[in-house]
């Protein structure tokens, strides 16, 4: 016979998400990380999330007055009013009695008579949630680390024969990291700042431990917004997929179709490479306002170009963006990498996928997201689960990702080729003395694709695709030769404007 353990939600649904459906009750949990972290807002959540659902709950304070616990509450919107408060502060600290709150005094009390008030309210209020804030101020009461240890674990013993589901707090100022409190709790949170050198702060939290209890591994982003702490969950992408039909996509020029045996497949990933201004942005964009014509939501992430100048770049090859935009077929959205973290990134596509029923997806570029992330190992790692949960579910994913030169070899900051169903590369090459765009597919992993380099251009009527450069040699390295006085006939001829004659 199995015993299923009741579970409480934390007040927020990504944590929940990540403790398999929120805390085992009745357990002591440790919350610790730096000052600035958001472990007290997360513990007024778990206190709220008691009192919403008609619980038992008390909130203990030991490291601030109740009053500033209520400003911070009010800079969230929240009303704590409701909320059973005990004030732990020095006697100098305190002011005059409220009816609303217990007040102790434990400036010149040893922790022992801390602990023996604190049990005696807990008795008086039998709580079923319970948060201490924090175990920093109880560890300066106590005279050694030993005795600090062994109060500790008299607590826990005094809450063994309870219901009481009892959440730690701790800012690790102490001088060593305390690996026998993590012991003593049947589960340790931890909440992290990274700083970086330009930007704000990026945050992740990770459970170190829960006992007999499953969960998801690893470190999780999350942010501080109006509203509380918002935890955006690792993506596992054999957690999602779904069957779909397996077909192409066509992108309404068909030159440019054939190149890809007749469109790009559903459930796929393409990467579109090539130096800066080859034409990129505005080959992912056809098949985006393609599939936005025909009744499929499509978004752009656009995280180096603003918003209007790629608006007016695409309508000056007679795409009419604002009408499908209107449509709600077609959506932009502008992206700042120094406010961004990945998870939140990753949130945000999951979202538009799974609630608008997005069917595809242009990250423009990969070189923005890059700089939102710490390293590129975690580049490769999120990418890779994006990537296969965008297929699984089939959607298309087209990344573009810009190279750095402009002529001859290019290189990129990560080599990511692998991660992609068809690379398509673009490149400059001079003939006559003017600059010409090519464009061919390199690698397709579902059906036959053409192997031939082909004129790219971009006028009035779009996107214009020449006819495959045979008699061309040395193309991709920027300088071809004609192989016969032929070549010529078989390049995109002209005028002085740039159209096409």
């Known amino acids: 016979m199995t015993h299923s353990v009741r579970r409480l939600n934390t007040g927020v649904d990504g944590l929940d998400d990540i403790l398999s459906g929120g805390l085992p009750s009745g357990q002591m949990y440790l919350l610790e990380g730096d000052p600035g972290t958001g472990k007290t807002t997360l513990a007024m959540q778990f206190i709220r999330a008691a009192i919403a659902q008609g619980e038992r709950a008390l909130y203990v304070t030991l490291s601030e007055p109740a009053s500033e616990l209520q400003n911070s509450?009010?800079?969230?919107?929240?009303?704590?009013?409701?909320?059973p408060i005990s004030e732990f502060v020095p006697e100098e600290a305190s002011f005059?009695?409220?009816?609303?709150?217990?007040?102790?005094?434990?400036?010149?009390?040893?922790?022992?008579?801390?602990?023996?008030?604190?049990?005696?309210?807990?008795?008086?209020?039998?709580?079923?949630?319970?948060?201490?804030?924090?175990?920093?101020?109880?560890?300066?009461?106590?005279?050694?680390?030993?005795?600090?240890?062994?109060?500790?674990?008299?607590?826990?013993?005094?809450?063994?024969?309870?219901?009481?589901?009892?959440?730690?707090?701790?800012?690790?100022?102490?001088?060593?990291?305390?690996?026998?409190?993590?012991?003593?709790?049947?589960?340790?949170?931890r909440l992290e700042k990274l700083p970086r050198s330009y930007g704000s702060t990026r945050r992740r939290v990770e459970i170190l431990k829960l006992r007999g209890s499953t969960f998801r591994?690893?470190?999780?982003?999350?942010?501080?917004?109006?509203?509380?702490?918002?935890?955006y969950p690792r993506l596992v992408a054999a957690e999602h997929t779904q069957d779909f039909a397996n077909e192409r996509i066509a992108s309404g020029n068909g030159s440019l179709d054939a190149m890809f045996g007749g469109g790009i497949a559903r459930g796929s990933a393409t990467l579109i490479s090539g130096p800066a201004g080859s034409g990129k942005s505005t080959?992912?964009?056809?098949?985006?306002?393609?599939?936005?014509?025909?009744?499929?939501?499509?978004?752009?992430?656009?995280?180096?170009?603003?918003?209007?100048?790629?608006?007016?770049?695409?309508k000056a090859l007679g795409m009419d963006i604002d009408t499908v935009i209107e449509q709600g077929t077609l959506a932009m959205s502008q992206v700042d990498p120094a406010e961004l973290?990945?998870?939140?990134?990753?949130?945000?596509?999951?979202?538009?996928?799974?609630?608008?029923?997005?069917?595809?997806?242009?990250?423009?570029?990969l070189n923005g997201l890059l700089n939102s992330m710490p390293g590129e190992r975690d580049v490769v790692l999120q990418l890779h689960e994006l990537v296969a949960y965008l297929n699984q579910n089939g959607i298309i994913t087209i990344m573009i990702l810009a190279q750095q030169g402009l002529i001859g070899a290019m290189q990129s900051q990560l080599d990511i080729s692998y991660l992609a169903d068809t690379v398509v590369l673009l490149r400059y090459f001079e003939v006559r003395g003017s600059i010409r765009q090519v464009i061919s597919v390199l690698k397709q992993r579902v059906g036959r694709h053409e192997r031939s380099l082909r004129e790219l251009h971009f006028g009035p009527r779009g996107i214009q695709v020449g006819e495959p450069l045979r008699d061309l040699q040395g193309v991709l390295t920027g300088v071809p030769q004609f192989v016969n006085s032929g070549a010529s006939n078989m390049l995109l001829q002209r005028d002085g404007e740039g159209n096409e004659s």
Not at 73 to 83: F, V
């Open 73 to 83: 509450a009010l800079s969230h919107g929240w009303d704590i009013q409701s909320i």
């Open 96 to 189: 005059s009695a409220d009816q609303q709150y217990t007040v102790f005094h434990p400036s010149e009390v040893e922790l022992a008579s801390t602990i023996q008030r604190l049990t005696a309210e807990i008795e008086s209020l039998n709580p079923d949630r319970l948060v201490i804030d924090s175990l920093s101020e109880l560890r300066l009461l106590a005279s050694d680390a030993m005795r600090y240890r062994r109060q500790l674990l008299a607590l826990k013993q005094f809450f063994a024969g309870r219901q009481t589901t009892v959440l730690m707090l701790d800012d690790l100022t102490g001088e060593t990291r305390d690996l026998q409190l993590q012991s003593i709790a049947h589960g340790v949170i």
């Open 217 to 231: 591994e690893g470190f999780h982003d999350y942010t501080i917004q109006h509203g509380g702490l918002v935890v």
């Open 283 to 314: 080959v992912a964009m056809q098949y985006a306002y393609a599939a936005a014509l025909r009744g499929d939501r499509a978004i752009v992430y656009a995280f180096d170009e603003v918003l209007r100048t790629a608006k007016d770049r695409v």
């Open 341 to 365: 973290s990945p998870g939140e990134f990753i949130a945000q596509i999951r979202a538009d996928v799974e609630q608008k029923d997005t069917r595809v997806v242009v990250v423009d570029s």
